[in-house]
């Protein structure tokens, strides 16, 4: 469809504020020198975005320019989502028409210090598709070739694709915690993040217990492949629960949830000398008895997204390691119509209906999300566990 631009149209989440997001027609964009023009047909919500709609804006920019991206809301939402390749722009190597690829989202310039040094997570001039500029929850969007990892390859399909950003963010997790084969290390909240994170610790050969107060996410981690669950109690520390459990503290605890309590309980949990990696983010500052690090020598670290070179293709590689595929995190794809009914208000107010929650720009109605074509998949590329641990 052409609009008054006389440019096609497209279908889009557009974020103007909070709990104000519209279902809005917009030219498809064009991609500019090193940029590919991407068809998505599956992207995916997480809490950052449920919080931009529930209390924004936060991070994403409204009624001022971005200081990096210089983009002025209002604006696509969507950080999390793979396409297929339907136009490149000048400067573009690697990447032909029809691949599927999966976005990091997050653009850095490779040329700074931070980039250089292999940080480029921490890149000077680093913004974030769906949150500083336009995302992917529309039928098209525009992302630097740089940011994008081809995987049809590996056999993923679109849902596939979706899911190798949060898998990065996870596995970037459990590299911060140095985790080797056979430590114990313990998943506080099996969520969009925690999930994947067990399954990537789990694959690494150490033994994990995943702790969560909803039965089903903990029978969903048991598919993962952890080696114990353990059921939380509202209101109480898990940390006798967990020593009981595993039989003594354990090398490593993954902080998931950002609750207030759940840095000291896993302080209470982790062995001398053990690692304590802090993913969720609460919204309050946290107080805690720096006693309890230093006597300990507790290394207590966080973990910011995810580096593309480092990350991104061994992320990819685990999302194609499980044959059954994903479709107990994420079992269904939305409609756009459907994304705040079904997909941001239920996150918003605590009670997601699933781990993973996929939206489908071009559907009418849900539809049941797939993940991975495990018949198809190269195995020969699954590299993640050779260097899961390295720095």
Known sequence: MLGRSGRAQMRAAVY?????????????????????LLE???????????????????LTPVDEPHPVSGHRGPTILGH????????LGPEVEGFGAGDLVACVAGISCG?????MAGTSNFCDTYFTLGIDAHGGLARYVVAGSAACLEVGRLGLDDDGAALVQPMSVALHAVRQGRLRPGETAVVLGVGGV???????????????LAVDLDPA?????EALGVSAVLRAVPGSSPASGVLGRAGSPVSVVYEVTGAPAALAAALDMVRPRGRVVQVGLGADPVSIDMRRITLRETRL????????????ADAASLIASRPEGWSDVAPIALPLDQLVSDGLLPMAEG?????KTLIDPWATSIRPASGARAGSIDRSSHRALERVIAE
């Open 80 to 87: 999390e989502f793979g396409g297929r390749v339907v136009d």
């Open 16 to 36: 103007h504020g909070a709990r104000d997001i519209r279902i809005e027609s917009l030219p498809v964009p064009i991609p500019g020198p090193g940029e590919l």
């Open 217 to 221: 996410r903990l029978a969903v981690a």
């Open 194 to 208: 925690g999930a994947f994170l067990a399954y990537a610790a789990a694959q690494l050969g150490a033994e994990v």
């Open 301 to 312: 670290v966080g973990t910011r997204a995810q580096v593309f070179e480092a990350d991104f």
């Open 351 to 355: 009670r997601p209906e699933r781990i």
């Open 111 to 115: 040329a700074c210090a931070a980039c």
């Open 40 to 58: 998505v047909h599956s992207s995916g919500i997480c809490g950052t975005d449920a919080l931009e709609w529930d209390g924004g804006p936060i």
